[in-house]
Nanobody, 115 residues
Framework: QVQLVESGGGLVQAGGSLKLSCAVSGSISSISTMDWYRQAPGKQREFVAA???????SYADFVKGRFTISRDNTRNTVALQMNSLKPGDTAVYYCRGRVNGNTYWGQGTQVTVSS
């Protein structure tokens, strides 16, 4: 059974930083693209950032220049460094991974940015 577990969420003031982590565990033979999504109250889940196995990255326009996605293939982890946070970044952040050819989601971690 494959599991994705996020950590690192919390409460931060506007302009501050947080680093989210996602660890993949279980019976793993391959992990390809890993993503971060987020969902604010009353809104649809939206794409934040993605990283391929070899490190190619892509970002949503609203986080470009503020967030950085990275991964450690030896530890099966992916991270999201979030800087210059805004109240509009408040949401539950989810990790998604393509593992063994299937797509898995984490349970989410809450990020709250106060003004």
């Amino acid at each position: 059974q494959v599991q994705l577990v996020e950590s690192g969420g919390g409460l931060v003031q506007a302009g501050g930083s947080l680093k989210l982590s996602c660890a993949v565990s279980g019976s793993i033979s391959s992990i390809s693209t890993m993503d971060w999504y987020r969902q604010a109250p009353g809104k649809q889940r939206e794409f934040v950032a993605a990283i391929t196995y070899v490190g190619y990255t892509s970002y949503a326009d609203f986080v470009k220049g503020r967030f950085t996605i990275s991964r450690d293939n030896t530890r099966n982890t992916v991270a999201l460094q979030m800087n210059s946070l805004k109240p509009g970044d408040t949401a539950v952040y989810y990790c998604r991974g393509r593992v063994n050819g299937n797509t898995y989601w984490g349970q989410g971690t809450q990020v709250t940015v106060s003004s």
